[in-house]
């Protein structure tokens, strides 16, 4: 048996509002994964649940990962490890590590916990497991003892997390929680390093949730997420034999916006709307473009799951452009 920690608040709801029905175009269920922490929410917590568990159990001393400058992710691992009396050591993108980014949002509560930050470029960011790896050397030589995480808890070991989520939205239909017992056409989510496409396809597959999952992705494009899916659904299905090591998402790369991180006008007029007509708070990065995605798709599910896996802080950092669209 894999080890695992409780640290994630499960099961999280499966929500339903008639006006984000309409705003989307058709019934949407809401996976909850918002709700699955205080400040260590969203879909994170769920992978880091077997990678802490991991840590521990290997006597780590310091848990090391990295992600942009308002990574959730790090956001996560940092909380997690001040929780479990752990070191965290961040390595943060941003344009000018000479310049850092504001204290704002995730990186506020990065520093908040305690957590060591050392910002790099994005071209050191692509050498980013080598970093990593150098990290590692450097203080396990000052006899700390190191667990890596990968961007975005993103491998085999971490995806478990989205399988065993998708057992849990099989127990919630089977008690009739989503207006009956019936499955979903589709599940639907953002991707922004697969892990959490590869475990929601594989549980989805596994525990009949839904025959599609559309990964809506928020950089890089299709091909590149075909690939790196691809590799850790291997990884999972290894860990786990019941799982179909040949289940595969339909990535999306149409919503990523003008950037990543950066929302087009529409998604963020859709976000203020979601927000004004059912109170659901949607992060610009990820779920925003997400479920902006799922309104636009050609061949709309008629009964869609969406998981909502968090990122508010991310909203929080980009005051500016949501203060405009919110004072109109
Ligand atoms: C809020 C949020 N949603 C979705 C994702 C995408 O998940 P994954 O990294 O597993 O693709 C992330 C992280 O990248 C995230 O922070």
Redesign the pocket.
């Known amino acids: 048996m894999t080890k695992k920690l409780t640290l994630a608040h499960v099961p999280t709801p499966l929500w339903r509002h008639d006006r984000l029905d309409a705003l989307v175009g058709c019934e949407v269920w809401v996976k909850r994964d918002d709700l699955t922490a205080s400040g260590a929410a969203?879909?994170?917590i769920r992978k880091l649940d077997y990678l802490a568990a991991e840590a521990l159990e290997r006597g780590a001393t310091t848990l090391v990962t990295c992600g942009g400058q308002q990574s959730?992710?790090a956001r996560a691992t940092a909380i997690v490890a001040a929780e479990l009396g752990l070191r965290a050591v961040l390595l943060l993108r941003t344009v000018n590590p000479e310049t850092p980014p504001p204290v704002v949002g995730n990186l506020l509560l990065d520093y908040l916990v305690g957590a060591e930050v050392r910002f790099i470029t994005p071209v050191q960011y692509r050498e980013r497991d080598a970093l990593m790896a150098g990290v590692a050397r450097e203080l396990s030589a000052r006899d700390e003892r190191v667990y890596v995480i990968p961007e975005?808890g993103?491998n085999g070991l971490g995806s478990l997390g989205y399988v065993d989520a998708m057992a849990e939205v099989r127990a919630q239909l089977d008690s009739g929680l989503a207006d009956g017992t019936r499955s979903f056409d589709a599940v639907v989510?953002?991707?922004?390093?697969?892990?959490?496409?590869a475990g929601t396809t594989l549980g989805a597959r596994k525990y009949g949730i839904a025959p599609v999952t559309h990964a809506m992705a928020v950089c890089d494009d299709r091909a590149y997420f075909d690939a790196v899916i691809a590799r850790i659904i291997g990884e999972t299905a290894a860990l786990d034999g019941s799982l179909d090591a040949h289940a595969r998402p339909v990535v999306h790369d149409a919503w990523r916006g003008p950037a990543y991180g950066l929302p087009s006008a529409e998604q963020i007029a859709f976000i203020v709307e979601v927000a004004r007509q059912t109170g659901l708070l949607l992060?610009p990065?990820?779920?925003g473009k997400a479920l902006f995605g799922l309104s636009r798709l050609e061949d709309k599910p008629k009964r869609a799951l969406f998981l909502h896996?968090?990122?508010i802080p991310g909203l929080l950092a980009q005051a500016e452009a949501f203060a405009a669209a919110s004072l109109g």
Not at 189 to 197: P, W
């Open positions: 969203g879909n994170k959730n992710h975005g993103s989510h953002a991707c922004g390093s697969g892990g959490t496409a992060d990065v990820y779920t896996t968090g990122g």
